[in-house]
């Protein structure tokens, strides 16, 4: 896998197996610290889902953030360098994996920054368990099911769910240099001339794990997906969302219906314009710079 500067690697044991999860704790960080690394307030970045997702994702961004923040982002179970458990997963097995991980290693309340369907689930689970989270910052949070538009009954889940076709998927559509392009330009970014060499190695090189294929397919299945205008009007956390003008699956208009719902925990809602789906990537310095602004909304920073 690829990681910027500094990044070190460390494990954590799940239900689900280890899971990865990268520190700044390398050089220079480690020289430049005022104050010792584990005294800083945390701040965790989770990565959306898809083939070849990966902490990666957050690695133009999160060192932006590393010397008054402890940086934590962890690879979920069935990505990147984490286990990859062959199982169909469900919600409740990333609800119950970020809820381990915020226990165990953020030392909650936690800011917590996520993007697309992870950032969804991360609504779902401070609803439930608020006392985790001191904030969130949700890039197009969406459980791609919302509203009552089943993306399950899509013909690209049912392929996704039936048998040894859903594999010739995988292997030939999706784990492939073109297939990844394919999806980063079709999914996440509003200009295909952003994606760089790089970006599409560690999204192979992560699609390519043994087993990769199972977290992938239950996400194109739909198994991952749910309503989410089902749990955001319930949310109490302190919320800000980004969303690209620009995202192709989770349209704009999506997010503002959503944030609708809950115009009391949702302080500030930004479009940001000429990106899709993944700012992080496509505009790493933007987001840097939003995120910052964020953060003082939030009074975390």
Same mark, same amino acid.
């Not at 030939?172 to 295909?192: P, V």
């Given at each position: 896998m690829i990681e910027p500067l500094g990044a070190e690697q460390r494990l954590l044991a799940t239900a689900l197996g +280890?899971?990865?999860?990268?520190?700044?704790?390398?050089?220079?960080?480690?020289?430049?610290?005022q104050q010792p690394w584990a005294e800083l307030p945390p701040l965790v970045f989770l990565h959306g889902f898809g083939g070849g997702s990966s902490a990666y994702e957050w690695s133009q961004v999160y060192p932006a953030f590393a010397l008054d923040?402890?940086?934590?982002?962890?690879?979920?179970?069935?990505?990147?360098?984490?286990?990859?458990?062959?199982?169909?997963? +469900?919600?409740?097995?990333?609800?119950?994996?970020?809820?381990?991980?915020?226990e165990q290693v953020s030392e909650p309340p936690t800011t917590v920054i996520a993007s697309s369907l992870t950032a969804a689930l991360t609504i779902r689970l401070a609803v439930a368990r608020p006392d985790l989270f001191r904030?969130?910052?949700?890039?197009?949070?969406?459980?791609?099911?919302?509203?009552?538009d089943d993306?399950?009954?899509?013909?690209?889940? &049912?392929?996704?769910?039936?048998? /040894?076709?859903?594999?010739?998927?995988?292997?030939?559509?999706?784990?492939?240099?073109?297939?990844?392009?394919?999806?980063?330009?079709?999914? &996440?970014?509003?200009?295909?001339?952003? /994606?760089y060499p790089e970006l599409v190695q560690a999204y192979? &090189?992560?699609?390519t794990q043994p087993h990769a294929d199972a977290a992938a397919l239950s996400f194109v299945s739909g198994r991952l997906c749910f309503d989410l205008a089902n749990y955001i009007g319930q949310l109490t956390v302190p919320t800000v969302?980004?969303?690209?003008?620009?995202?192709?699956?989770t349209p704009l208009d999506l997010g503002k219906r959503l944030a609708a719902l809950n115009?009391?925990?949702?302080?500030?809602? +930004?479009? /940001?314009a000429g990106v899709g789906l993944t700012p992080q990537l496509e505009a790493p310095s933007v987001t840097i710079a939003l995120i910052r602004h964020a953060l003082q909304v939030l009074g975390v920073a």
């Amino acid at each position: 896998m690829i990681e910027p500067l500094g990044a070190e690697q460390r494990l954590l044991a799940t239900a689900l197996g +280890q899971m990865v999860y990268y520190t700044l704790t390398g050089a220079p960080w480690r020289d430049l610290y005022q104050q010792p690394w584990a005294e800083l307030p945390p701040l965790v970045f989770l990565h959306g889902f898809g083939g070849g997702s990966s902490a990666y994702e957050w690695s133009q961004v999160y060192p932006a953030f590393a010397l008054d923040y402890r940086v934590l982002a962890p690879d979920l179970p069935g990505w990147g360098r984490s286990d990859h458990p062959e199982r169909d997963y +469900q919600p409740e097995d990333y609800l119950t994996s970020i809820a381990t991980f915020l226990e165990q290693v953020s030392e909650p309340p936690t800011t917590v920054i996520a993007s697309s369907l992870t950032a969804a689930l991360t609504i779902r689970l401070a609803v439930a368990r608020p006392d985790l989270f001191r904030s969130l910052i949700l890039v197009a949070p969406a459980g791609v099911s919302d509203f009552g538009d089943d993306f399950s009954q899509t013909g690209l889940a &049912q392929i996704a769910r039936t048998p /040894i076709i859903n594999g010739l998927f995988y292997s030939l559509g999706i784990a492939t240099t073109g297939g990844i392009n394919r999806f980063l330009e079709e999914r &996440q970014f509003a200009r295909s001339e952003r /994606i760089y060499p790089e970006l599409v190695q560690a999204y192979q &090189q992560s699609a390519t794990q043994p087993h990769a294929d199972a977290a992938a397919l239950s996400f194109v299945s739909g198994r991952l997906c749910f309503d989410l205008a089902n749990y955001i009007g319930q949310l109490t956390v302190p919320t800000v969302i980004l969303w690209g003008e620009e995202a192709k699956l989770t349209p704009l208009d999506l997010g503002k219906r959503l944030a609708a719902l809950n115009p009391g925990a949702i302080r500030w809602f +930004q479009a /940001i314009a000429g990106v899709g789906l993944t700012p992080q990537l496509e505009a790493p310095s933007v987001t840097i710079a939003l995120i910052r602004h964020a953060l003082q909304v939030l009074g975390v920073a």
